[in-house]
């Protein structure tokens, strides 16, 4: 198959909105009328709530409105909310019941003239707080003495019954098969090893922000950076206790997100107080707030152990897991269980157990295949390890183990067309990997990684004007230029030159239901909704020039870039839709996964005196199925890479006994900059998804699983020393060097 | 009330006059007061650089810059870069470089590699990677952004050849 569009690199139909300085972010709407609010929140990481004395705050001339967690209406709801990618938001986040949680968590929200007058209010309200003991620690939050965040947490048991007592451990993912005792007792080499990562933060520059404005009918506005308007609506609607057709919401252009954006914080706040106030109040949090009390990574403790023959091949594996869900339940710790050997899960010994813990901090949220680095950073380290014992070449052995299409999965499903293998031979043919990485002090590391890929709702509709250009509705969000590759899908289909097309993003009563730009999902399944409202719209073409031939529609074809024929007889798309406009609708669910694996190859150097590390060359090689726009794709694969130099070398949550976090800002939570990412090379491989019309497979998560482990592979063939936490600071590998001589 | 100070500065070429507040930040005036809200705001303390803007051609983060310290002075920011019409010649070449991803940092990095190439008309990627190093961006992995600006600086050179 040739295509036109698919596969090449147009400008994005946005990109001169984006380098001028026009384009509408969420903090950049101002409403007349509009008032700031600001939120109080908790200095302490849990304690009791005595008494909240707004009436200071209230009595202060310019002050509009002071909401509590007594503004929020009572909805039933489960303890644990629905969790994944499907989400809600829990009312307790939102604005504090009787116990606050966390080191940030929202406790009453102000909204006045000027932000500096709300700010005044907030210091205005008097909260006496009587303190509990913070739970800070993963293993100590599990112990059955522990303090309980909630008295009325039960373990959700995968598969099993829920336990007498209630605890603090929100779920158990247990997984297994075959004979871990007898696989590890066929085994010549065996590595164990336990693993630590860090608290992170997805990092988007943009904080968050939301606008609200509440008419005295009842109907609300809300402006936001979301990753999913239709989420966004859904959990105001839930938390407020108001029908979704009563709000709607505005997606602005949004400042990156990774996850970090499918759950309101803002939202039902700025509609309170809206409501409350009479008039349109906007909320924007500082950036210590964003570190502070929206949704980070993980914490997570890992234990991985390998077994193999002599020749490499692997005969048990095994993985324990305890991930730090914050202080309200949620789940990464299924992704992370479903991911950590999942490029090697066709062994026959295999047992994995994954515990959600919760502790006093922020609740997480999704960071870029969540769940999935970690366990990967573990699995990849120890499988390295196993190559270096047996002398056999990283690649090759993972070679020898990698999954194909017929294999089990983790789950003990049978992997469907996969490129592990693809990517694993691409890398080894990279002229990185062919060029031998010479000089002291330095280590080349390998390592793979899996993401599954979700596929969602999304919806489209798009409208043929009278010149032929083609005005295309998406309903899911862009987060980094997926309008472009929509707008490609759409003029490939109908054959008309990219520029024909001008996509835009639809606001919640402008276009169908779709879920939130997640999983990975967006080309995957808007790309598919785009290609049905196309041919909708092709249908709707040839209707029209059956009708003008008089002729059964039936004997009427749509050739792309000619238009509609019948016999010799040919009448354009623009023939056809000076007739009247020519519309087509698309809505697609149930695209299925997309299994994507990624392979990277990292060199570093690392200085023996002071332990910093220097990226010397990094590769990343992914399935990506099909490239529709392979610049898009690549900027895909590059930005994973960075934010796994950043977990892997520089971020980290860092709090003080009492729960209090230390380092809510970027200087002391060290982003990567320009200077410690090195050019990323890339590789698309291209093993099509069977299931999509265009072959597409989710691209932006897979490439954020390996990087860890390739970094921490390279360091440790750099330096002798196998580093085990995360992120690998400059100290700790001086401490390493100490430790080891 | 507090009394407000009267600044008039150059602004992308206009002169401007603003009241502010002696505490109020560059930022603040140019986002809030002027409604130029090209410049982002994304940590408020000088250490993301999505503010950059040109004052009197030195990239600043406007974040740490008083307003009344800008009385008299020019100011130019991502909204000044476009020309009768044109984009510059680094807008287009991070357009066509795809180095655009959410697109909030752009505003910042264009403002410092705009001060970077009038400095340096032919940096090296070091030079550019060094002189960036203060605007963070999160989606990128910054490789599309280097080689955009280079080969903006590329395109200048031969321009001003001819």
Redesign the interface.
């Given at each position: 198959m040739t295509y036109q569009v698919i596969g090449t690199?147009p400008?994005?139909p946005?990109?001169?909105?984006?380098?001028?300085?026009?384009?509408?972010?969420g903090?950049?709407v101002?409403l007349p009328g509009m008032l700031y609010g600001k939120v109080l929140r908790s200095p302490h990481a849990h304690a009791r709530i005595v008494s909240i004395d707004t009436a200071a705050a209230a009595a202060m001339p310019g002050v509009y409105a002071v909401v509590t967690g007594a503004d929020l209406p009572e909805v039933p709801m489960e303890p644990a909310a629905r969790l994944g990618e499907d989400q809600t938001q829990i009312k307790e986040i939102i604005l504090a019941g009787d116990k606050v949680l966390f080191d940030g968590h929202p406790v009453a929200a102000v909204a006045a003239l000027s932000p500096d007058l709300a700010e005044a209010a907030c210091r205005a309200i008097r909260v006496e707080y009587e303190l509990l003991l913070p739970v800070t620690d993963i293993l100590d939050a599990m112990k059955e003495t522990a303090p309980l965040l909630h008295p009325n947490l039960y373990t959700n048991v995968w598969g099993g019954v829920r336990p007498e007592k209630p605890s603090n451990i929100a779920g158990h993912i247990p997984i297994s098969r075959g004979d871990v005792a007898a696989g590890f007792a066929e085994a010549d080499v065996i590595v164990e090893r336990e693993f630590r990562t860090s608290m992170i933060h997805?990092?988007?520059?943009?904080?968050q922000v939301a606008t609200a404005k509440v008419g005295e009918d009842g109907q609300v506005i809300i402006w936001t950076s979301t990753q999913g308007s239709f989420d966004a609506r859904g959990q105001v609607a839930g938390l407020l206790d108001l029908p979704p057709g009563k709000i709607r919401v505005i997606p602005c252009?949004?400042?990156?997100?990774?996850g970090g954006k499918s759950k309101v914080y803002l939202e039902p706040l700025a509609v309170l107080l809206a409501r409350k106030a009479g008039r349109p109040v906007q909320l924007?949090m500082?950036?210590a707030e964003v570190f502070k009390a929206t949704g980070p990574d993980p914490r997570g403790i890992i234990r991985a152990k390998v077994g193999a023959r002599r020749d490499g091949t692997i005969t048990a594996l095994e993985g324990w897991l305890a991930y730090e869900v914050g202080a309200f339940a949620d789940s990464a710790v299924g992704s992370g269980v479903s991911c950590m050997f999942a490029p090697y899960s066709k062994v026959s010994n295999l047992r994995l157990d994954g515990y959600d813990v919760l502790t006093n901090r922020p609740r997480i949220s999704a960071y870029r295949a969540p769940g999935a680095p970690n366990a990967a950073f573990a699995a990849e380290s120890v499988i390295d390890e196993l190559a270096a014992m047996l002398g056999i070449d990283p690649i090759e052995l993972r070679l020898k183990n990698a999954v194909r299409r017929g294999d089990l999965t983790p789950a003990g499903r049978r992997w469907p067309a996969i490129g592990l293998v693809e990517a694993l031979e691409a890398a080894r043919a990279t002229p990185h990997y062919q060029t031998p990485l010479q000089g002291p002090n330095r280590g080349r590391g390998v390592a793979a990684g899996f993401w599954g890929n979700w596929d969602g709702t999304s919806s489209v509709h798009l409208v043929i004007n009278r010149d032929g250009s083609v005005a295309l509705t998406l309903g899911a969000i862009d987060?980094?230029?997926s309008r472009a590759s929509m707008a490609m899908i759409v003029a490939e289909e109908l054959g008309i030159p990219y520029a024909q097309v001008k996509p835009q993003i639809g606001d919640t009563d402008s276009v169908g239901y779709s879920d939130v730009t997640g999983g990975s999902r967006s080309t995957v399944t808007t790309g598919w909704a785009c290609v049905k409202a196309a041919q909708d719209a092709r249908r709707h073409l040839c209707e029209e020039a059956a009708r003008a031939w008089d002729c059964p529609v039936d004997e009427v074809a749509y050739v792309p870039g000619t238009g509609c024929v019948h016999g010799g007889e040919v009448l354009t798309l623009k023939e056809l839709a000076e007739q009247g406009p020519i519309y087509g609708v698309g809505t697609m669910s149930g695209a299925g996964g997309s299994p994507a694996f990624a392979v990277h190859i990292a060199d570093v150097e690392v200085d023996p005196d002071t332990g910093k590390v220097a990226i010397l060359r990094y590769t990343a090689v992914q399935d990506v199925g099909r490239a529709i726009?392979p610049?898009?794709v690549?900027?895909q694969?590059?930005?994973?890479?960075?934010?796994s130099i950043g977990r892997a070398l520089y971020e980290a949550y860092v709090y003080d006994s009492e729960g209090r976090l230390l380092n809510p800002?970027?200087?002391d939570y060290r982003?990567p900059?320009?200077?410690d990412?090195p050019?990323?090379e890339t590789v698309l491989v291209e093993v099509p998804n069977p299931a999509h019309p265009y072959g597409v497979r989710g691209v932006g998560e897979a490439g954020a699983v390996p990087g860890a482990g390739a970094l921490a592979n390279a360091v440790c063939r750099a330096t002798g020393h196998r580093l085990c936490d995360l992120p690998m600071t400059a100290e700790q590998i001086c401490l390493a060097s100490l430790r080891h001589g | 009330m507090l009394e407000l100070i009267t600044v008039t500065a150059t602004i992308n070429g206009d002169a401007m006059t603003f009241l502010c507040e002696p505490r109020q930040s560059l930022l603040e005036i140019l986002r809030g007061e002027l409604r130029l809200t090209g410049t982002k705001e994304g940590c408020s303390n000088g250490n993301c650089g999505a503010c950059s803007v040109l004052l009197d051609g030195r990239v600043v983060n406007s974040c740490l810059v008083l307003a009344v310290e800008v009385d008299g002075r020019h100011v130019t920011t991502v909204e000044g870069l476009a020309r009768e019409g044109k984009l510059s010649a680094l807008q287009q070449a991070i357009l066509e470089h795809a180095a655009v991803q959410c697109g909030f940092c752009t505003p910042g990095v264009l403002m410092t590699a705009t001060a970077l190439l009038r400095a340096h008309p032919d940096p090296t990627e070091a030079e550019i990677r060094q002189f960036l190093a203060g605007n963070l961006c999160r989606c990128t992995g910054y490789d599309k952004i280097a080689r955009a600006v280079s080969d903006a600086a590329q395109r200048m050179k031969e321009a001003t050849a001819l």
């Open positions: 690199r400008i994005r946005d990109g001169v909105e984006k380098v001028t300085g026009r384009a509408v972010f903090a950049d101002q997805q990092g988007y520059i943009e904080p252009e949004i400042g990156g997100g990774f924007v500082t950036r987060l980094s230029g726009h610049a898009y690549e900027g694969l590059q930005g994973a890479v960075a934010q800002n970027f200087l982003l900059t320009f200077v990412v050019p990323i | -």
